[in-house]
């Protein structure tokens, strides 16, 4: 469910080492036999199942996010080593059986969240820990899984999702789950490292990693939903629509962004295909994730967006003062838009102070 293990990891910490490091060059390879060795031979020199799940699969999946946002492996070694750290869970779980001792637990994705991996190694370590689990993977639709939770009636249910422009739809998600009676616990990087957007859209608890959110479950029943019939839009703000319209017209607003910045970076002329499609991309980004700051009400998403995409784009060689217009030229097709203004202008205030702050210290 959640980005792997923070803690202190089980276990003599040199050889978690030396397994998750030959795990990471074969999965880099695309070595799928080597990677499986790997993992079984760490279970075979006693190493804890739980240990080699999030101490060295885990560690691995996180320096492969790591990697990749640095620019230093491209995508198609991104998937393929995400593919092969899943396929040595699986054979983790084939060679570490349990028999259930403990009561059920759903875990999920939501809808349009495809970072599965976090979520597959949370229902393998709960199994371990005794517990019954159904583990219904990737992009599960609302109605799917509450017809899930009818017919089966679990403890809980695990929601899972790294991607914040995903909130909206993990509110609704988290909504329809607590209709039924059955508790969540939200975890992964959508919803804040300190679990305010969990709270926020109603979950009974929320975990920052796996080992985490195993403890909770293990302590006991989470409480029942106090009010299951919560309405999903009960957030006081998204009375004044502008979530609503500036997701309803996303697709004109970057066509607008991308003919501005036509206008004011005359390079942009010489793009190749592959460079305009990156640019019309990083523009949807930015839209997404503005209306997603204004469904939870918080600013400080947005800005640590645009943080993050700085940092991506210099890896990537692109000037992140790029932003900068780009945010000018949003604010322009938004400026009927009190509380959108506000959030862009507060943004590309702190953001242009940052980049000035970089090249000074620079």
Request: proline content about 6%; some cysteine.
């Amino acid at each position: 469910m959640t980005d792997p293990t923070t803690r202190t990891p089980t276990g003599p910490e040199e050889s978690l080492r030396k397994y998750a490091d030959a795990l990471w060059s074969a999965a880099i390879a695309g070595d799928e036999y080597a990677a499986t060795d790997a993992v079984l031979g760490a279970l075979d020199a006693g190493v804890d199942p739980e240990a080699v799940l999030l101490d060295v699969v885990g560690a691995v999946q996180r320096k492969v996010g790591r990697e990749w946002a640095a620019n230093r492996i491209s995508v198609a070694q991104e998937h393929t080593a995400t593919a092969i750290d899943e396929r040595v869970i699986g054979a983790v779980g084939h060679r570490v059986r349990t028999r259930p001792s403990r009561g059920r637990i759903a875990v999920a994705c939501v809808d349009g969240e495809w970072h599965a991996l976090p979520a597959r190694l949370l229902a393998e370590v709960l199994r371990l820990r005794g517990f019954r689990v159904d583990y219904l993977g990737a992009q599960v639709p609302a109605p799917h899984l509450v017809e899930h939770l009818h017919r089966t009636a679990p403890e809980a249910v695990a929601i899972s999702g790294s991607i914040a422009t995903r909130l909206p739809t993990a509110h609704a998600t988290i909504t329809a789950c607590r209709a039924t009676g059955v508790p969540v616990i939200a975890g992964g990087a959508a919803f804040g490292s300190d679990g305010r957007y969990a709270r926020l859209l109603g979950a009974e608890a929320w975990a920052p990693d796996a080992r985490a959110a195993a403890d909770r479950l293990a302590e006991g029943p989470l409480p029942r939903p106090e009010n299951s019939t919560q309405a999903i839009d009960d957030l006081p703000h998204l009375a004044d629509q502008e979530y609503t319209m500036v997701t309803r017209t996303a697709p004109q607003l970057v066509k607008a962004m991308y003919t501005g910045l036509e206008l004011k970076l005359p390079v942009m002329a010489r793009y190749s295909d592959q460079q305009r499609q990156h640019t019309a991309e990083d523009l949807d980004h930015i839209v997404q994730f503005l209306a997603t700051s204004l469904y939870t009400g918080d600013d400080d998403l947005f800005g640590h967006f645009l943080r993050w995409t700085a940092e991506i784009l210099e890896a990537r060689s692109v000037p992140a003062a790029f932003l900068v217009p780009a945010l000018e030229l949003l604010g322009e097709e938004l400026r009927d838009f009190p509380r959108a203004t506000a959030l862009l202008e507060g943004a590309r205030a702190q953001f242009s102070a940052s980049l000035v702050g970089t090249k000074e210290s620079a």
